[in-house]
Antibody, heavy 116, light 109 residues
């Protein structure tokens, strides 16, 4: 059974960089799937942030592209999200997910708060 | 960037039928947008119900069905149950990006 687990700081200062990692277990990150980041501000809807393929190919939300980097570490079977120049508007639950088995697998989500 | 629109809220009676829709600012939604439907309950991660317009996961109750209807993707719930009360999101794929709809809060009452 594939499992995804997000990790990273729960509090980031304004203008800083939000960094999260998603560890993949029970499956290979080199499978023919895309590895995805989604976020959800408190009480609001889902927003696709971007995704990466094991080849390193990436796709980003145009509204975040200038601030987002998604990378993959095949040796650790994990992928990561960096979001720079954060503001309070970036406060959200951040989920990692995969297109494996048609979006069958999601992390539990991690709340990141942007505050000084 | 495309905008994906959903009804903000809908109410259905227990045992009743309701259709949620998902439209695109770029024009008609087609199978080429690979429409997904997700169900999200409070405090939980989203869970995919429907993929590629009308395909169901093994856990998707038979009362849920997906289709294309009038230029939109549609999720129809027949014989609604109290446990179907949740937020429902559609997801469309465009070249180079995916976009979620704003979500529909479904009340079973």
């Amino acid at each position: 059974q594939v499992q995804l687990q997000e990790s990273g700081p729960g509090l980031v200062k304004p203008s800083g960089t939000l960094s999260l990692t998603c560890a993949v277990s029970g499956g290979s990150i080199t499978s023919s799937d895309w590895w995805i980041w989604v976020r959800q501000p408190p009480g609001k809807g889902l927003e696709w942030i971007g995704e990466i393929y094991h080849s390193g190919s990436t796709k980003y939300n145009p509204s975040l592209r200038s601030r987002v980097t998604i990378s993959i570490d095949k040796s650790k079977n994990q992928f990561s999200l960096n979001l720079s120049s954060v503001t309070a508007a970036d406060t959200a639950i951040y989920y990692c997910a995969s297109t494996m088995n048609h979006f069958d697998y999601w992390g539990q989500g991690t709340l990141v708060t942007v505050s000084s | 960037q495309a905008v994906v629109t959903q009804e903000p809220s809908l109410t259905v009676s227990p045992g009743g039928t309701v259709t949620l829709t998902c439209g695109s600012s770029t024009g008609a939604v087609t199978s080429g947008h690979y429409p997904y439907w997700f169900q999200q309950k409070p405090g939980q991660a989203p869970r995919a119900l429907i993929y590629d317009t009308s395909n169901k996961h093994s856990w998707t109750p038979a009362r849920f069905s997906g289709s294309l209807l009038g230029g939109k993707a549609a999720l129809t719930l027949s014989s609604a149950q109290p446990e179907d009360e949740a937020e429902y999101y559609c997801l469309l794929s465009y070249s180079g990006a995916r976009v979620f709809g704003g979500g529909t809060k479904l009340t079973v009452l």
